[in-house]
């Protein structure tokens, strides 16, 4: 049987996606007015869009990596 998350789980995880995402770009990102929030803004704007789709659609990336390099 596929034990799968429920909506409000989903819901959950995205909030607090948001919540690390705006975080993070206010003290090391976009926001931080420093020299280096370009590189660091687009990288954490990278990685969170990878993990807001990973939570969205349920891709387990562990899995699917593991069977690119098996091969």
Known sequence: MD???G????IFKLSILRWLYDWLQKTFGFKSN???GCGCGLI???VFAVLTLSVIFGTDWFKLVSAFVSV
């Open 3 to 5: 034990e799968r998350p």
């Open 7 to 10: 909506c409000l789980v989903g």
């Open 34 to 36: 420093s020299c280096l």
């Open 44 to 46: 954490i704007l990278i």
